[in-house]
Nanobody, 127 residues
Framework: QVQLVESGGGLVQAGDTLKLSCAASGRTSSVYGMGWFRQAPGKGREFVAYFLKNGGLTGYSDNVEGRFTIFRPFGTDTVYLQMSSLRPEDTAVYYC????????????????????WGQGTQVTVSS
């Protein structure tokens, strides 16, 4: 089992920056990909970004590319999401997720590619 704990959410103004963190514990050796998703009120869960342990590959949704950065300091089990130029439409509950290595092809851009989830942290961006 892998446990994930997010932190860093809050209320900010449009244009501000915010950094979310996701601390993983437990069987972290089984984790290959870590990602961030978000869910706004009345909407489905949306992919934001992923980080793959092998080579540190990253990927982003079109909505956040160029504004958000996902990274994991070497030797740690914490993944960060640095968010810049925040917009009111970025308001959502942000969830961290962890996924095992792919037995079948995974993109790590969909929720089904992840086995473990955190409890979520609220990000609210005011205009």
């Amino acid at each position: 089992q892998v446990q994930l704990v997010e932190s860093g959410g809050g209320l900010v103004q449009a244009g501000d920056t915010l950094k979310l963190s996701c601390a993983a514990s437990g069987r972290t050796s089984s984790v290959y990909g870590m990602g961030w998703f978000r869910q706004a009120p009345g909407k489905g869960r949306e992919f934001v970004a992923y980080f793959l342990k092998n080579g540190g590959l990253t990927g982003y949704s079109d909505n956040v590319e160029g504004r958000f950065t996902i990274f994991r300091p070497f030797g740690t089990d914490t993944v960060y999401l640095q968010m810049s130029s925040l917009r009111p439409e970025d308001t959502a509950v942000y969830y961290c997720a962890a996924g095992a290595p792919p037995a079948v092809a995974k993109t790590y851009k969909v929720a089904d590619d992840y086995e473990y989830w955190g409890q979520g942290t609220q990000v609210t961006v005011s205009s």
